[in-house]
């Protein structure tokens, strides 16, 4: 039950974009990002929702494609402090949420 | 800001001894969840909690883990006879209201230590 997420890690340098790809294998209720910091908890970065809303209060954007079961979360411009590791999370229901593997970013000066 | 907040931050234990962790959630969250991360891994959802009693477990909460919502406030996670494979960071979590549409607040983590 479990998303699958790519790319395992990345390496950027600041100014530089990327993409980190979420896929299930079965039909999601929502996919949520969160970003944790080495020896912290994970915080919330944004939900997508079945119908198309979005919430989010950083200057990270995503899509969420219900047909396909994926979503994509999007860094743009990268700076130094979104360096960490970044997990999906999809809900199939109200009870229970499972994360994917996650996928470590680093951005260099 | 309200937060989520868990004792002890750091527990080390023998092998077969019992742990309690405990959390104190957000105080108008109504869902509460217990996950695991072992180090340098992926977050591993064991349990899920609403209404005092639970309402999806994963396939790693078995019959040695069990939690409890003893008063209106605590919610715990007991680890009856620890493993070694125990050892990981805990992290509690709550969420406000019914759907996946809010975000999961987590705690800072109980790092859980078993020789």
């Known amino acids: 039950q479990q998303p699958v997420q790519s790319p395992q890690a990345v390496i950027l340098r600041e100014g530089e974009d990327a993409v980190i790809n979420c896929s299930s294998s079965k039909a999601l209720y929502s996919v949520h990002w969160y970003r944790q910091k080495h020896g912290e908890a994970p915080v919330f970065l944004m939900i997508l929702l079945k119908g198309g809303e979005q919430k989010g209060h950083e200057k990270i954007s995503a899509s969420f494609n219900e047909k396909k079961q994926q979503s994509s979360l999007y860094l743009t411009a990268s700076q130094l402090s979104y360096s960490g590791t970044y997990f999906c999370?999809?809900?199939?229901?109200?009870?229970?949420?499972?994360f994917g593997a996650g996928t470590r970013l680093t951005v260099k000066p | 800001e309200p937060e989520v907040t868990q004792t002890p931050s750091h527990q080390v234990t023998q092998m077969g001894q019992e742990v309690i962790l405990r959390c104190v959630p957000i105080s108008n969250h109504l869902y509460f969840y217990w996950y695991r991360q072992i180090l340098g891994q992926k977050v591993e959802f064991l349990v899920s909690f609403y209404n005092n009693e639970i309402s999806e477990k994963s396939e790693i909460f078995d019959d040695q883990f069990s939690v409890e919502r003893p008063d209106g406030s605590n919610f715990t996670l007991k680890i009856r006879s620890t493993k070694l494979e125990d050892s990981a960071m805990y992290f509690c979590a709550s969420r406000r209201g019914q759907g996946f549409g809010g975000e999961l607040f987590f705690g800072e983590g109980s790092r859980l230590t078993v020789l």
């Open positions: 999370g999809t809900a199939y229901n109200n009870n229970d949420m499972r």
